[in-house]
Nanobody
Framework: QEKLVESGGGLVQPGGSLRLSCAAS????????IGWFRQAPGKGREGVSC????????YYADSVKGRFTISMDTGKNIVYLQMTNLKPEDTAVYYC?????????????????WGQGTQVTVSS
């Protein structure tokens, strides 16, 4: 079956870096648009970034622009989210999601497949 598994989360100090991974099984990510979302307690699920396979275009939320970078390794079937200069407000559970045909990159309901999430905590 189609499955996404996130990894790479953890505890990091403000200003630090983490790289999240989204590994796919049962399908090839290079035929999908892949989004990263995050959700903090008491808040809605927020679009963080997205990469579109067909034209390699990328999208970023204003809150992470210039700090986060999304990329895809088609050989390993993994999408990465490199996060730098992390801030306490980045603390959340991060999810990756796949969509066959991108409509709105930051709308969770538009994505077909979801991982279970990985916790990112930014604290001193």
């Amino acid at each position: 079956q189609e499955k996404l598994v996130e990894s790479g989360g953890g505890l990091v100090q403000p200003g630090g870096s983490l790289r999240l991974s989204c590994a796919a099984s049962g399908f090839s990510l290079d035929h999908y648009s892949i989004g990263w979302f995050r959700q903090a307690p008491g808040k809605g699920r927020e679009g963080v970034s997205c990469i579109v396979t067909t034209d390699n275009s990328t999208y970023y939320a204003d809150s992470v622009k210039g700090r986060f970078t999304i990329s895809m390794d088609t050989g390993k079937n993994i999408v990465y989210l490199q996060m730098t200069n992390l801030k306490p407000e980045d603390t959340a559970v991060y999810y990756c999601a796949a969509d066959r045909r991108l409509v709105s990159w930051d709308i969770p309901d538009d994505f077909d497949e979801w991982g279970q999430g990985t916790q990112v905590t930014v604290s001193s």
